[in-house]
């Protein structure tokens, strides 16, 4: 029998960056991982940004996820001699002039620490519309999630730390204190399965409110936006290099299957034909579902009758800039040492269980 402290279910992005974490505590994990269940970590843009672009005010808790997730990604690259975290200005063509007038008022407020003070009236125009100025916001960027994750995959297979199969459900015997999957015994198995948990028989009482999201890749052969911007006007534009850019997202809560459709490719060109003066080829149309929750906070905590299980879910839009936080936040209240943060409990579901 191989002992370990935890089982892992899932290495998409709250399963990876758990595992980084409980690494880092000397704990002792094996991953189980189907890669072809769920494709949302792996297509993200990885895009994070400190304000809520709408109403200009700061994203939830971003003073305390912003500093941590820098010294977490950059842990992680130190460790697997990888570059994939990178700084970018988010810059923010204004579409109306009530726009830059909030923004005005917005950058004397605290949010005013994520906001460039200086409005550009003369940015790129001759590759994107920009009749009324843009400005930036400070301290956002990405993760080139794919790099980020196969990295770590390496990592783990190297290190005999991940069985690539699917889980099944029928083989997990719980008891107490421990549970036993095959030939693996640990004392808590974590399920970091995305929107896949809505299957899992322990957990799907956990209230999701799925939302599927398209993507497509796009090359402009006659232009170049440089890679330290990203472009955000109804949608994003994410540069990647060799004249290639990550455009998305759509957002659908009715037709929930992982397939890409022409409506959701027709909406992107739209919306990009609003920015982009120059012409651009559609090169690559990807999709996934995030596992998004129905109060917008992550799911995290102890199964109500069964202690030795646990979730690591629910991050939703942002799972770049929450998980590894709150994946500290949960080994720390694993180890005995806090309570965890009510609003990112799953006790505040339990009701439904
Ligand atoms: C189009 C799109 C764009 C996005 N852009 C961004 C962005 O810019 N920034 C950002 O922060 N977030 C973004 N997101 C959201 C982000 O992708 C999610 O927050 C994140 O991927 C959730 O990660 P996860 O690990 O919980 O789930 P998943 O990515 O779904 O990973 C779950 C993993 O578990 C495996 N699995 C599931 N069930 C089983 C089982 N029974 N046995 C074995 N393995 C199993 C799956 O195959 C997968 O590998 C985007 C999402 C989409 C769809």
Redesign the pocket.
Known sequence: MKQVNYII????????ILAQTLLNQNKSILI?????????????????NPVVFKRLVKSWMADELLPFMDGFYADAELLLNTKFYFKKRIVKPFAEEQERILWDKKVNEDVGKYLSKTIHDDFLNDIIYNPLGVSEILFGG??N?AVYLDSFRNYFKQNNFLLE???DYNQLIISDNKVVYKNIEADKIIF??????I??PYFSWLPFKL?????ITIKINDAIINEEFVLNKGV?ILPLGNNTYKV???YEWNDLTEQTTEKGKIDLIDKLNKVLKVKFEIINH??????TVIDRRPLIGLHPQHNSLAVF???????????PYFAKHFVDFMAGEIALNNEVDIARFENNG
């Open positions: 279910v899932g290495q998409g992005l709250a399963g990876t189980i991982d189907d890669v072809s269940l769920s494709q949302a970590s792996r297509i993200a843009a990885g895009l994070y990405n993760l999630t199969e699917k889980f970091c399965e995305g929107y896949k948990t299957d899992n939302t599927k999201g398209e993507i994003f998305g997202a759509t990807e999709v996934g579902i995030r596992p879910n629910g991050m939703g839009t942002k799972g770049v800039m929450l998980a």
